[in-house]
């Protein structure tokens, strides 16, 4: 069974500090995503990784994916309160079912 | 930009009642999906269907769920027996192509369904 598991579950941090978020899985996997989640509202695609050592960038946002330690990283640069959201890292296992992570619910304080 | 639209936003029913969350996908994909998330925790897929036939299910969508392609652009989620842990958000979402695309998942807004 895929397992996903995201590191922290809750941070809190200050505007203009620099974080990352990291994303475990457990098996082999196609295809890692990340989302946004504003409280009470549906899930914004972010990321598509596609390939080991594949990294994107927007904005203040960098995901990084590591096949072979089957590890992805969401890098937050300066951060700034609108940043302020609860953050799924998914992975795909052979098919098209997303399995999702913990989630790491992210506080950016003015 | 298109987006996948869900009917209703809040649907409260009684427990044992059937209920049906809508869900419009975007028009030119041929992938969707249905998950939920109980409130605080993570979300957890449902159910996945193409070509007018389930692809997947989880352990979590036995036989009081169902889903159904009435039309060219409608796509539903029935559960025929409600309970009180089937309280939940419910997202749906589409996508347009198989594995090895890029193309991420696009979700719905959801439906919270509240059971009494």
């Known amino acids: 069974e895929l397992k996903v598991e995201q590191n922290p579950l809750f941070l809190s941090m200050q505007e203009g500090k620099n974080y990352t978020i990291y994303c475990n899985y457990s098996?082999?996997?196609?295809?890692l995503y990340w989302y946004r989640q504003d409280p009470g509202k549906s899930l914004e695609s972010l990321f598509v990784l596609l390939s080991n050592g594949a990294v994107k960038q927007e904005g203040r946002l960098m995901a990084s994916l590591d096949t072979k330690a089957r590890l992805s990283t969401l890098h937050i640069t300066a951060a700034v309160h609108d940043l302020s959201a609860t953050y799924f890292c998914?992975?795909?296992?052979?098919?098209?079912?997303?399995?999702f992570g913990t989630g790491t619910q992210l506080k950016v304080e003015l | 930009e298109p987006e996948v639209t869900q009917t209703p936003s809040h649907q409260v029913t009684q427990m044992g009642q059937e209920v049906i969350l809508r869900c419009v996908p975007i028009?030119?994909?041929?992938?969707f999906y249905w998950y939920r998330q109980i409130l605080g925790q993570k979300v957890e897929f449902l159910v996945s269907f193409y070509n007018n036939e389930i692809s997947e299910k989880s352990e979590i969508f036995d036989d009081q769920f169902s889903v159904e392609r009435p039309d060219g652009s409608n796509f539903t989620l029935k559960i025929r027996s409600t309970k009180l842990e089937d309280s939940a958000m419910y997202f749906c979402a589409s996508s347009g192509s198989r594995q090895g695309s890029n193309q991420p998942q696009h979700f719905g807004d959801g439906t919270r369904l509240s059971i009494l």
């Open positions: 098996t082999t996997s196609d295809r």
């Open positions: 998914a992975v795909t296992g052979g098919g098209n079912k997303l399995t």
């Open positions: 028009s030119n994909h041929l992938y």
